[in-house]
T-cell receptor, first 113, second 115 residues
Framework: AQSVAQPEDQVNVAEGNPLTVKCTYS??????LFWYVQYPNRGLQFLLK??????LVKGSYGFEAEFNKSQTSFHLKKPSALVSDSALYFC???????????FGTGTRLKVLA | NAGVTQTPKFRVLKTGQSMTLLCAQD?????MYWYRQDPGMGLRLIHY???????AKGEVPDGYNVSRLKKQNFLLGLESAAPSQTSVYFC??????????????FGPGTRLLVL
C-alpha cells in the first residue's frame, strides 16, 4: 500500500536560514509526489510536484524539493526562510492504481524573526 | 473563477442532528473529494467521486454519505452527528483526465463542532 511519512511534527528555523521539511514515501510503482501548504484557516494550496525527470523540482514561493529514489524521500527545501513561510506543510503521494491521494500528517513550520 | 467553495464555513450541531455540507467547483473538474482534517492525523479521505452520478468510499466513510447529482456539486451528509465527527472538512477537486500527476484544488474548509 502507498504511504507517506512526515517524521517531524514541527520545524523551527530562523528567518534567512535555509529550511528543510522532510517526507519519505512508500509506493509500489512510479512515485507521483506533491507538496501542499496550508495557512491558518485556509484550504491547502499546491506548491510543487514530482512526476519524472530532474530530481530537483522548483515550485511556488521559492520552494523546491529534492527527489531521492534510493532513500525514497522527497524533502521540501528553501534557501532562505521568511516569516511568512510559517504554515502547515503536507506531503502527498498519488495512488496510481486508484484516484486517491495519500497525505502525510503534516509538519508545522515556524520561521522565527 | 471562484474555484472550490464550501458551505457553510462553520456549524455547531448537537449529537444526533443531521446536516449537509455543500461543495461547489466552477472549473469543470471530473473528480471531487471530501477529506477531514484532525490534529496529528493529517487529511483523511472520506468519500470521492470520479464523475457525475458516481461515488466511492475513502479511508473513513462510516457515518457519512455523499451525492454527486451535478458535476459541479459534491454533497457530504451526516445523518446522525456524533462528537467524533467534530473536525474540519475540506473539499477538493481535480481535472480527472486520468493523469496521475494532476494536482488537487481545495476549498477553504468547513469547521464542524458536534456537542
Amino acid at each position: 500500500a502507498q504511504s507517506v511519512a512526515q517524521p517531524e511534527d514541527q520545524v523551527n528555523v530562523a528567518e534567512g536560514n535555509p529550511l528543510t521539511v522532510k517526507c519519505t514515501y512508500s509506493v509500489s510503482g512510479n512515485p507521483y509526489l506533491f507538496w501542499y501548504v496550508q495557512y491558518p484557516n485556509r484550504g491547502l494550496q499546491f506548491l510543487l510536484k514530482y512526476i519524472t525527470g530532474d530530481n530537483l523540482v522548483k515550485g511556488s514561493y521559492g520552494f523546491e524539493a529534492e527527489f531521492n529514489k534510493s532513500q525514497t524521500s522527497f524533502h521540501l527545501k528553501k534557501p532562505s526562510a521568511l516569516v511568512s513561510d510559517s504554515a502547515l506543510y503536507f506531503c502527498a503521494v498519488r495512488d496510481g492504481g486508484t484516484y486517491k491521494y495519500i497525505f502525510g500528517t503534516g509538519t508545522r513550520l515556524k520561521v522565527l524573526a | 473563477n471562484a474555484g472550490v467553495t464550501q458551505t457553510p464555513k462553520f456549524r455547531v450541531l448537537k449529537t444526533g442532528q443531521s446536516m449537509t455540507l455543500l461543495c461547489a467547483q466552477d472549473m469543470n473538474h471530473e473528480y471531487m473529494y471530501w477529506y477531514r482534517q484532525d490534529p496529528g492525523m493529517g487529511l483523511r479521505l472520506i468519500h470521492y467521486s470520479v464523475g457525475e452520478g458516481t461515488t466511492a468510499k475513502g479511508e473513513v466513510p462510516d457515518g457519512y454519505n455523499v451525492s454527486r447529482l451535478k458535476k459541479q456539486n459534491f454533497l457530504l451528509g451526516l445523518e446522525s452527528a456524533a462528537p467524533s465527527q467534530t473536525s474540519v472538512y475540506f473539499c477538493a477537486s481535480s481535472p480527472g483526465q486520468s493523469r496521475v500527476w494532476e494536482t488537487q484544488y481545495f476549498g477553504p474548509g468547513t469547521r464542524l463542532l458536534v456537542l
